[in-house]
């Protein structure tokens, strides 16, 4: 079953990702709209347009949501092989997905510091500065997760 709603899925994202499904999305809409005159902008030309979009939407939602969860597990599985085969990588970020905003908020902090030591574009300064404002706001939460960074960094 997996194989097969794999298969359909990738279909699906491939077909509604195109110019050309964009392109019918849109002849269909000036087709109702054309239509609207002949049957007197009823009830049923508006209820007939709403039934199409939301079982269309319905069922893409599923679909595009099963192609995205896979290819970014395959990235991730990608970033991994990358990080334990780099021996100048840490082993640590392994899994780092399954951080929470705070703790990856506290490593970007660390490549923060990384950063300083290089010469970096302006924009870079900018991105990094804004993000020191932010830490500066909440730092009894900063500090809960530096220390549970160090934590995991030390049991590698």
């Not at 999305?25 to 002949?38: D, E, F, H, K, Q």
């Not at 902008?41 to 069922?59: A, M, P, Q, R």
Request: no cysteine; charged share 25%; aromatic share 8%.
């Amino acid at each position: 079953m997996n194989k097969h709603f794999k298969r359909i899925s990738q279909k699906v994202s491939h077909i509604t990702g195109s110019p050309i499904a964009f392109a019918l999305a849109i002849i269909s809409i000036l087709l109702w709209l054309v239509s609207g005159p002949y049957f007197h902008f009823s009830n049923t030309w508006l209820i007939f347009i709403s039934t199409v979009t939301d079982v269309i939407i319905f069922l893409t939602v599923f679909s595009l949501q099963y192609s995205q969860n896979r290819d970014s597990k395959a990235i991730q599985l990608k970033l991994n092989e990358l990080i334990t085969a780099d021996q100048k990588a840490r082993d640590s970020f392994v899994g780092l997905e399954e951080m929470t905003d705070d703790e990856l908020e506290e490593l970007d902090n660390q490549f923060q510091k990384l950063l300083k030591e290089l010469e970096q574009p302006e924009v870079m300064h900018k991105l990094h500065k804004s993000i020191r404002k932010e830490k500066e706001k909440r730092p009894i939460i900063y500090k809960a997760a530096e220390s549970l960074v160090e934590h995991l960094i030390s049991v590698k």
